[in-house]
C-alpha cells in the first residue's frame, strides 16, 4: 500500500519516500491558490476544479503521451519492484 501525506505538515524519511507534487510528473498543474507564487502553470476558481481538471489532464497524458506514460510506468515499477509501503511527499487535496 502506498500512503500519501503532506510534506509541509510530516516529516518522513528513507529510501521508499518519492515527492510526486510539483515540479515532477505526477504533479498537479492546476492550482487554485491566486494570492501566492506556485509552481502551477494554471491557475482556477476552486480547489475541487483543479483536482477535476488534474484527473482529466493525467487521463489524456497518460493515453496520449507515450514519453509521459513511460515515465509514469517507470515510477510503478520501482513501487511494484521495491514492495513499497513508505509514504510519498505531496502536498494532497484528495486521494483516488
Avoid: W
Avoid at 506556485?38 to 514519453?67: C, K, P, Q, W
Avoid at 515510477?75 to 519492484?81: E, G, N, P, R
Amino acid at each position: 500500500m502506498i500512503y500519501v501525506y503532506n510534506r509541509t505538515k510530516e516529516t518522513h524519511e528513507g529510501p521508499n519516500n518519492y515527492f510526486i507534487g510539483r515540479p515532477s510528473i505526477l504533479g498537479n498543474p492546476y492550482t487554485h491558490i491566486k494570492d501566492k507564487t506556485t509552481l502551477a502553470s494554471y491557475v482556477v476558481r476552486t480547489r475541487d476544479e483543479a483536482i477535476e481538471l488534474y484527473d482529466h489532464y493525467f487521463d489524456v497524458m497518460y493515453s496520449g503521451n507515450i514519453e509521459y506514460k513511460k515515465l509514469i510506468e517507470a515510477k510503478l515499477d520501482v513501487v511494484m519492484a521495491n514492495d513499497i509501503t513508505g509514504p510519498m511527499a505531496v502536498p494532497v487535496f484528495h486521494q483516488r
